[in-house]
């Protein structure tokens, strides 16, 4: 009989309602209290996904400053770009980035948001006897994206173009 009550008796989990079978054969209800409070290991995971986003994100927030400020010297020791004039430094962008560098320019100097939008999306100067919507054509969504931040945000004084 003792093989017999072993494989009755379920073992189960805290908190779930168990059932014993008595000697007699009936079964009885036992119910087992919850605890309100959630358990160490839920809380100790939590605090430890917390921390290691937190943690991530100050390291990649580091490292990417530190690769710009890199990037940065580098360009700088390489071409000595502060010690050239606008003319020369213009000249220096290789290929088509003094093309996009131009439209970069361009909205910049424009006497206001719209005027710069209106001149790039009717251009009569990149392509000979026709206007062209370089908005779509060269797809310079970046450089006015860049061009009208630098306009809104109070970085004029900083940064020089």
Not at 45 to 54: A, D, N, P, Q, V
Request: aromatic share 10%; proline share 2%; charged share 20%.
């Amino acid at each position: 009989m003792g093989a017999f009550d072993t494989m009755m008796s379920i073992r189960q989990r805290k908190g779930v309602r168990t059932t014993e079978v008595s000697e007699d054969g009936t079964a009885q209800q036992e119910n087992v209290t919850l605890e309100n409070k959630p358990s160490s290991s839920c809380t100790s995971r939590r605090l430890w996904k917390i921390l290691s986003f937190t943690v991530g994100g100050a390291i990649a927030l580091c490292t990417g400053l530190l690769t710009s400020v890199y990037l940065a010297t580098l360009h700088e020791n390489d071409l000595w770009f502060s010690n050239i004039k606008e003319v020369e430094r213009e000249i220096s962008f290789r290929t088509e980035c003094g093309l996009y560098y131009s439209y970069y320019k361009q909205m910049l100097q424009a006497p206001s948001l719209v005027h710069g939008f209106h001149d790039l999306m009717y251009d009569n100067k990149t392509e000979s006897m026709r206007t062209i919507n370089l908005l779509q054509r060269m797809n310079i969504y970046q450089e006015v994206f860049l061009s009208v931040l630098y306009r809104v945000l109070p970085i004029q004084v900083s940064c020089v173009p």
